[in-house]
T-cell receptor, first 115, second 111 residues
Framework: EADIYQTPRYLVIGTGKKITLECSQTMGHDKMYWYQQDPGMELHLIHY???????EKGDLSSESTVSRIRTEHFPLTLESARPSHTSQYLCASSELDVDGSYEQYFGPGTRLTVT | KNQVEQSPQSLIILEGKNCTLQCNYTVSPFSNLRWYKQDTGRGPVSLTI?????NTKSNGRYTATLDADTKQSSLHITASQLSDSASYICVVSYGNNRLAFGKGNQVVVIP
């Protein structure tokens, strides 16, 4: 079991609310990621970070923002939630493996429903 | 068109039977290919990684193959168990540490 945690696991919230999805890891990984996953669909990278004070947008455009003030913490914020934001959000971190590849360790995910 | 195509999309098998999942990809230059298992309501967990020079690798009852020439990989599950019910995701690493994800093979094992 990877030491990467996400809270809340489930969130139902009304349109227009501000929300923050928490992600933390205790493995000391520099690289962290946020993915969005809809049922039956592939994971889409929305944000990533290579270390403290480093954040980049991923392949899928997202209205969310992220911050990386501490190595272990990578929260995602939506200033004004909309029904189109309803999805599963997965956080991951990675380290350089012995064979030169990066294995990603995923959190359990946050299932967000915006009504 | 997705850069990583997996088939079948879903599969129902009897407990104890074997099954094979397919992954075809188009991305390049290829670095490595991982198979992940994602249980319902959980994050994906890595099962195995295949590099360019590897043709087959086993992890318990899971055996992955790779043909880098035809850009195809398979994941074979032997003697399936109920706990094998999950989505199996093929992830290809290419270029400068870029990742391409498949949609997953949804496997349901029934008693």
């Amino acid at each position: 079991e990877a030491d990467i945690y996400q809270t809340p696991r489930y969130l139902v919230i009304g349109t227009g609310k501000k929300i923050t999805l928490e992600c933390s890891q205790t493995m000391g990984h520099d690289k962290m990621y946020w993915y969005q996953q809809d049922p039956g669909m592939e994971l889409h990278l929305i944000h990533y970070s290579y270390g403290v004070n480093s954040t980049e947008k991923g392949d899928l455009s997202s209205e969310s923002t992220v911050s990386r003030i501490r190595t272990e913490h990578f929260p995602l914020t939506l200033e004004s939630a909309r029904p189109s934001h309803t999805s599963q959000y997965l956080c991951a971190s990675s380290e350089l493996d012995v064979d030169g590849s990066y294995e990603q360790y995923f959190g359990p995910g946050t299932r967000l429903t915006v009504t | 068109k997705n850069q990583v195509e997996q088939s079948p999309q879903s599969l129902i098998i009897l407990e104890g039977k074997n099954c094979t999942l397919q992954c075809n990809y188009t991305v390049s230059p290829f670095s490595n290919l991982r198979w992940y298992k994602q249980d319902t309501g959980r994050g994906p967990v890595s099962l195995t990684i295949m590099t360019f020079s590897e043709n087959t690798k086993s992890n318990g009852r899971y055996t992955a193959t790779l043909d880098a020439d035809t850009k195809q990989s398979s994941l074979h599950i032997t003697a399936s168990q109920l706990s094998d019910s999950a989505s199996y995701i093929c992830v290809v690493s290419y270029g400068n540490n870029r990742l391409a994800f498949g949609k997953g093979n949804q496997v349901v094992v029934i008693p």
